[in-house]
């Protein structure tokens, strides 16, 4: 559930958005997925719609606003190894509308992935914590993008997932003054018991990632690559993470293969370059 919009790179716009991102990542891995999201009634909105189709991606619960825009984000890669993002708001993914969802199939949620930036707006953010109090299975994507989040807001979003990926500024951000370790390890574990999450991953960018895991810790370093860019990075690690976790996969070795995937996109401008099994594995077998 999220935002589904345009990236205006330099080069162009390519489709984004982290929860279409991850969603696109996990139906070409096999998994059943179906994005809740909110497109505007105009010409980027059907193209963006029907760049899900042509992908493989259900649409079924993509909703139409008929006033507010498709979303965009005019993405600032001069330092390719950070980029900026300014975002338009409004945009109609601010307004997706949960009943329309609960309507479809009941209230039932197996698996859950949402973001922090979905909940930017009082409208979307309302759907977002009632799917968030149905879901079996909640993971949040913490995303944080200045001015759009504050930490009553997080501190809820947080407290309602079951698993959580962030990046290590945005864990500093949650511990700053609560007396959390300063060590990144010892902090992921103090995160993972003050909100009793099963789950926690901290991203390190170039420096890899490290996975909490019930009471078991993973570190993964990154894997060298000529980096183009960062977009959709983090989406592409997540949507790894979770589809081989999700099977039961070893978490360690899920970590190593989330990171892979981070650094192929990396290699790439936008964030859905094509990405499979087999990129993977020969990633895998050049460390």
Request: hydrophobic letters at 45%.
């Amino acid at each position: 559930m999220g935002e589904a919009l345009w990236d205006r790179l330099p080069t162009g716009k390519v489709p984004g958005g982290a929860p279409m991102n991850v969603a696109l990542r996990l139906t070409a891995l096999g998994s059943r997925v179906r994005l809740l999201t909110r497109l505007g009634d105009d010409l980027e909105g059907r193209e963006l719609l029907a760049y899900m189709g042509d992908s493989g991606l259900d649409t079924a619960y993509v909703q139409i606003d008929p006033v507010l825009p498709t979303g965009a984000v005019d993405v600032d890669t001069t330092n390719a190894n950070a980029a900026r993002y300014d975002i338009a708001a409004p945009a109609a993914w601010d307004h997706i509308d949960a009943d329309e969802y609960l309507r479809i199939d009941d209230g039932f949620v197996d698996v859950l992935v949402c973001g922090s930036l979905g909940a930017r707006n009082a409208v979307a953010r309302d759907s977002q914590l009632r799917l968030m109090a149905a879901a079996r299975l909640c993971v949040l994507d913490l995303n944080l993008r200045p001015p759009y989040y504050d930490r009553t807001i997080v501190d809820d979003l947080v407290a309602r997932a079951h698993w959580l990926k962030l990046n290590e500024s945005e864990l500093k951000w949650i511990a700053q003054g609560r007396g959390a370790p300063s060590d990144v390890a010892a902090a992921a574990k103090w995160l993972q018991d003050r909100y009793a999450l099963a789950l926690v991953c901290v991203t390190f960018g170039q420096d890899g990632a490290l996975l909490l895991w019930h009471d078991t810790l993973h570190r993964q370093a990154a894997f060298r690559v000529d980096v183009v860019d960062t977009v959709g990075c983090g989406d592409a690690f997540l949507g790894i993470l979770l589809s081989d976790l999700l099977r039961r996969r070893d978490a360690k070795f899920a970590l190593e293969r989330a990171c892979a995937a981070g650094a192929i996109v990396a290699q790439h401008a936008g964030g859905n370059p094509q990405l499979c099994d087999e990129d993977i594995y020969r990633m895998l077998q050049h460390t």
